[in-house]
């Protein structure tokens, strides 16, 4: 009986059916999935009224603390566990510095309590894959046609490799939320022109802004509704500029943002520059759209000929092969 279900198993008629089967199913997949997923916009414009509430709050306890010539103390409530540990081992200052918290920034991770995970994550993430790393090598006896050497070189390299996880996490998430907004920007610079052009403040333009491109790219949205906050409640409009273009970690953002600082600071009117630069940034959308286009052909010789040419010689030759068997 097992034989005449593994002689089953391993009719090319089945296995075709199964493969195929796999195939719609997976092609239905595929098509579904899209209908079934929900947005982030709802929980990414949450948590940007939540910075907002904490931006307005630190400009109080500033206010105050200038008045009553005291020290503010505003602390994180989130995670006290993770605080403390960040505290007690002093991580903050032997693991962070401005780049750090720059690019936790342009990761959307603007929280004290986002640093505080992070730190505790490159200190415990080493010892982890460490100890994973001396388990799969010596434990379970893997590698052990190698030499000492080259386990202990494996083991350590582990240990390498869980310091740098979340470096390599953080570098992922930027580079999705860069993406988002440079594809997002040009649009984004049209609608904000717009908008200055028929008399509308700077605020509520970029408010209109991130409400009309939310839909397109999120990040974006939620740096400009951020933007609002800050130049509501920071003395220095151009303090609330310049952390756009630090959030962001764009050249193109930072060049608008320098053209409205200079037009908040000598009073000239900045429609032409927007215009001059919404043309520049469809231009090099434009231009990185055409050197994918043209470095496709290139990209596409090896998979045609692994996939399309044994194919092709296979209808071509089949026929011929078979009539050939046939008459032999």
């Known amino acids: 009986m097992s034989e005449g279900l593994i002689n089953s198993l391993m009719d090319p008629n089945i296995i075709v059916a199964f493969l195929v089967a796999v195939a719609v199913l997976a092609t239905f997949y595929s098509l579904a999935v899209p209908f079934f997923e929900r947005g982030d916009l709802?929980?990414?414009?949450?948590?940007?009224?939540?910075?907002?509430?904490?931006?307005?709050?630190?400009e109080r306890a500033r206010l105050n603390a200038e008045t009553a010539n005291s020290k503010a103390s505003l602390r994180a409530q989130h995670n006290?566990?993770?605080?403390?540990?960040?505290?007690?081992?002093?991580?903050?200052?032997?693991?962070?510095?401005?780049?750090?918290?720059?690019?936790?920034?342009?990761a959307g991770y603007r929280s004290q309590n986002a640093l505080n995970m992070f730190l505790v994550a490159r200190f415990s993430l080493p010892f982890l894959f460490l100890a994973v790393a001396i388990i799969y090598v010596f434990v379970l006896g893997n590698f052990s046609e190698k030499p000492l050497a080259m386990r202990l070189l494996i083991v350590v390299g582990g240990a390498y490799l869980g310091f740098y996880a979340p470096n390599i996490f953080i570098s992922n998430a930027v580079s999705k939320r860069q993406l988002s907004i440079r594809r997002a920007w040009p649009d984004a610079l049209d609608l904000l022109?717009?908008?200055?052009?028929?008399?509308?403040?700077?605020?509520?333009?970029?408010?209109?802004?991130?409400?009309?491109?939310a839909a397109q790219s999120p990040p974006l949205a939620e740096e400009l509704v951020l933007t609002v906050a800050e130049l509501s409640f920071l003395p220095d409009r151009r303090v609330a500029l310049e952390n756009l273009g630090?959030?962001?970690?764009?050249?193109?953002?930072?060049?608008?943002?320098?053209?409205?600082?200079?037009?908040?600071r000598y009073g000239?009117?900045?429609?032409?520059?927007?215009?001059?630069?919404?043309?520049?940034?469809?231009?090099?959308?434009?231009?990185?759209?055409?050197?994918?286009?043209?470095a496709l052909p290139p990209k596409l010789t090896v998979p045609m000929i692994l996939f399309f040419l044994p194919v092709l010689i296979a209808v071509i030759l089949g026929p011929a092969g078979i009539q050939v068997s046939d008459k032999f």
Do not use: F, H, W, Y
Request: aromatic content about 0%; glycine content about 2%; some cysteine.
């Open 268 to 294: 000239t009117p900045i429609a032409q520059a927007l215009r001059v630069l919404a043309q520049e940034s469809r231009d090099q959308r434009m231009n990185e759209a055409e050197k994918k286009a043209a």
């Open 193 to 213: 022109l717009i908008c200055v052009e028929s008399g509308v403040s700077m605020e509520l333009a970029l408010r209109r802004v991130a409400d009309e491109i």
């Open 80 to 106: 006290t566990s993770v605080r403390q540990i960040v505290e007690r081992l002093n991580l903050r200052r032997a693991l962070v510095d401005d780049k750090t918290v720059n690019r936790l920034k342009s």
């Open 246 to 264: 630090i959030r962001t970690g764009l050249d193109d953002v930072k060049a608008v943002m320098q053209a409205l600082i200079q037009a908040d």
């Open 42 to 58: 709802e929980k990414r414009m949450k948590s940007v009224a939540t910075e907002r509430e904490q931006i307005r709050a630190r």
